[in-house]
């Protein structure tokens, strides 16, 4: 079923056509956590570094529509120091974030990327399926494989970092909300709810 599932929303959001001078693929990872979490995450177009650990910082006019642009400053170890990139699209009730570099230091030229998730049940508890795809110019002197290779290890270990968040946050909440009942039962006043459980993981994965 989640495979039959897996495939139509691929169908749906995630065609590309590349070209022969270009490289394409869809990543697939599944999170233990609602969607609107992981969502909490990825639709801070202003913020990527939340949760994307090559980013070093970013500069942006904070404003979440299509058509926005963020400049963005890499860490040392990648091939590449800056990217500008822009919202091109932007859907918070399904969840999609599109993706387009139009401009930087580095080699992925006519880049975009659709990033979707969406609900599913993993081990009993709410999840996510979080699907990315993305089609990219393969660069002089390397290889459609190679190209796709790179691509994919990035955003891979942009999901693993965005899996550890989510997950991490939903542990919070779930503290915050057992200690909230616990107080409520005991008639003592309630430190933190789930809301500032939330903003608290947030600060710590901006390094607030």
């Not at 233990?32 to 995450?41: G, L, N």
């Not at 990033?115 to 999840?127: A, N, R, V, W």
């Not at 550890?164 to 006043?189: D, F, H, N, P, T």
Request: net charge negative; glycine share 6%.
């Amino acid at each position: 079923m989640a495979a039959q599932a897996q495939a139509q929303y691929i169908a749906m959001h995630h065609q590309h056509h590349p070209k022969g001078h270009q490289s394409s693929s869809v990543i697939v990872r599944h999170i233990k956590a609602p969607v609107d979490i992981v969502w909490s995450f990825v639709r801070r177009f202003d913020v990527p570094q939340n949760y994307k650990p090559f980013i070093r910082e970013c500069e942006s006019n904070e404003i979440f529509k299509v058509g926005s642009v963020r400049h963005i400053s890499m860490r040392t170890g990648l091939p590449a120091t800056s990217s500008v990139e822009m919202l091109s699209r932007f859907d918070e009730e399904e969840h999609i974030l599109g993706i387009k570099i139009i401009g930087g230091d580095h080699r992925l030229r006519n880049y975009s990327s659709i990033l979707t998730m969406h609900p599913e049940e993993i081990d009993g508890q709410d999840g996510t399926m979080l699907i990315e795809s993305f089609i990219v110019d393969v660069p002089e002197g390397n290889s459609n494989d190679e190209t796709c290779c790179f691509v994919r290890a990035l955003i891979n270990c942009n999901m693993k970092s965005l899996m550890l968040l989510s997950e991490k946050m939903v542990i919070r909440v779930q503290e915050a909300a057992a200690a909230a009942a616990a107080a409520a039962a005991a008639g003592e006043v309630v430190v933190e709810d789930a809301a500032a459980a939330r903003e608290v993981v947030m600060e710590e994965a901006n390094g607030v």
